[in-house]
């Protein structure tokens, strides 16, 4: 097997998440030819990396550059918080290394609108200069439940699409007690944290909508730096809801939706939901039950049926523990992880890669604008 080396930027949750989807491989996707090995990591602090290295058995740095322009380096995924993003991920593709980046792909618009443009870079032949395989860590897709209601839409089983409801409730930010961290400063909150998933995965079943109205709130409008003992200014919103409109350009047929995303949901853990209503059937899920899909016939009219989608997936996926096994949020990780690598190997161009990652930037710019401005807001 030839060896994938890997480096990884940011140490944080995420990271360590992308790490455990490496280490799971050889059970879950048998079937690769590619063996990655990760060999570096790199975090803010020299003693942050030590501890890193110390848990993967790898090196560890504390200047990205060392992974981003290292010869050495065959994948880079960039897993530091979103306002860091841009200038590791500019380097990567400027050093012509595949790239799997976790969501949002920026802290904003902006920054994403310079990613595109160094993208979309050509030789003097008129090639692009960019070429290696690239991906968003949009792992909602890779939950066998929705994998089953792609199947079913696409299979048009649900017909002409009426209405859907996606959305994302967290309860992290309830309390004046909860400390500030980066996710309450710009290029954080909800719109980009839950609002990313929520959209790629709209996306993905019924295409994004044409145009939006939202409204967004911050709860606390200060919060105490752990740091300073003093109180910081909160940026980014704690919650956030849009309505949605879809036009079909043919049938002039409109689609509505609702997307919303808060971490002020008192009780809540991870409850991600899904509801999508059409002529000839429906689907719901919610990944708090995630081994099944409901499922309504409406030329049956035999009342919803619980699928269970457990751990089904197709190749390079093993049957590994079992395909009724439990569906797990890790386990979606490693189906991600899979495909990015199956992807280099095979040089097949994955769907949720960067450019569908500041296609969503788009549309969540949108989001955010229509909350300040509180009016219908193109979204295209």
């Not at 709860?219 to 980014?236: E, F, I, M, N």
């Not at 049938?251 to 209503?277: C, N, P, Q, W, Y």
């Not at 309504?296 to 619980?306: I, S």
């Not at 989608?309 to 093993?318: I, V």
């Amino acid at each position: 097997m030839s060896e994938l080396r890997i480096g990884i930027v940011g140490f944080g949750m995420i990271g360590k998440v992308h790490a455990f989807g490496y280490r799971t491989l050889p059970f879950y996707a048998r079937g690769l030819t590619l063996r990655p090995q990760i060999v570096r990591v790199a975090t803010s602090r020299a003693e942050t990396a030590a501890a890193a290295a110390d848990l993967l058995g790898c090196e560890g740095v504390a200047d990205w550059r060392r992974i981003t322009e290292s010869p050495d380096i065959d994948a880079v995924h960039i897993c530091t918080p979103n306002r860091d993003h841009l200038a590791p991920l500019l380097s990567a593709v400027e050093h012509r290394k595949h790239v799997y980046c976790d969501k949002p792909i920026t802290a904003d618009l902006a920054q994403a609108l310079r990613v595109e443009e160094a993208l979309g870079r050509t030789d003097g032949a008129g090639l692009p200069l960019y070429t290696k395989v690239n991906m968003m860590t949009f792992h909602l897709r890779f939950i066998p439940a929705l994998i089953r209601a792609k199947r079913l839409i696409d299979e048009g089983r649900l017909g002409r699409i009426f209405e859907y409801r996606a959305a994302y409730r967290h309860s992290s930010n309830v309390g004046d007690d909860v400390p500030f961290k980066w996710k309450y400063d710009a290029g954080g909150g909800a719109i980009l944290d839950l609002g990313s998933h929520l959209a790629d995965l709209v996306d993905w079943l019924v295409g994004l909508p044409d145009e939006v109205c939202a409204d967004s709130a911050i709860a606390y409008p200060t919060r105490l730096d752990p740091q300073t003992g003093k109180p910081r200014r909160v940026a980014a919103e704690d919650a956030f809801t849009a309505l949605t409109r879809t036009t079909d350009r043919v049938s002039g047929a409109v689609t509505r939706g609702v997307i919303s995303g808060t971490k002020l949901a008192t009780g809540s853990e991870d409850e991600m939901s899904l509801e999508i209503f059409g002529d000839k059937g429906s689907v719901r899920f919610s990944l708090m039950d995630a081994h099944y899909l409901d499922y309504y016939d409406n030329e049956k009219k035999e009342g919803w049926q619980r699928l269970a989608a457990g751990a089904r997936y197709a190749d390079p996926h093993t049957p590994f523990p079992s395909p009724k096994s439990v569906a797990g949020w890790t386990r979606a990780h490693a189906a991600c992880v899979a495909q990015f690598v199956a992807s280099i190997e095979t040089g097949t161009p994955v769907g949720a890669d960067l450019r569908q990652g500041i296609r969503i930037q788009k549309f969540l710019d949108a989001v955010r604008r229509s909350a300040e401005n509180r009016a219908w807001t193109p979204a295209g």
